[in-house]
């Protein structure tokens, strides 16, 4: 079976604070269907500006949290995806890339397979943008 589409969130923690608050959100859309985790990957740098790679397993005490989630392929997001990362977040933060599947678009991806479809461009559109201009 072909996979869904995969999506990359960044998503920035001031002051290198992984607490694990948004594990259980995550990992109820797992067990939902509604994703997989494909990968994830955690990038700390110091108020020196010296960066740090972890993985699930580095963490420690204060991301025991993130170890519930099961990834499908641990070396999916690699060193040059968190060097990418680590040039635009600011000293003393951090942040958890997390690559995962949408299952939720297997069917129409095999439906796009037998129509000898192929999905040109796809446009994600981040939700406080959405939010901003339904509000504005």
Do not use: C, H
């Amino acid at each position: 079976m072909p996979l869904g589409p995969v999506d990359v969130y960044i998503i920035g923690f001031p002051g290198n604070n992984f607490r694990g608050e948004i594990v259980p959100a995550i990992l109820e859309q797992v067990e939902k269907g509604v994703i997989r985790v494909v990968d994830v990957l955690f990038v700390a740098k110091d108020l020196d500006g010296n960066v740090a790679v972890l993985t699930i397993e580095d963490l420690g005490p204060e991301g025991a949290a993130f170890a519930e989630i099961d990834v499908i392929q641990s070396d999916a997001l690699n060193e040059e995806d968190a060097e990418e990362v680590a040039e635009d977040i600011p000293a003393g933060s951090s942040a958890l890339l997390i690559a995962y599947e949408n299952t939720w678009m297997q069917d129409l991806v095999m439906a796009f397979a037998r129509a000898d479809a192929v999905v040109i461009d796809q446009i994600r559109i981040p939700a406080d943008v959405v939010n901003e201009v339904v509000a504005g």
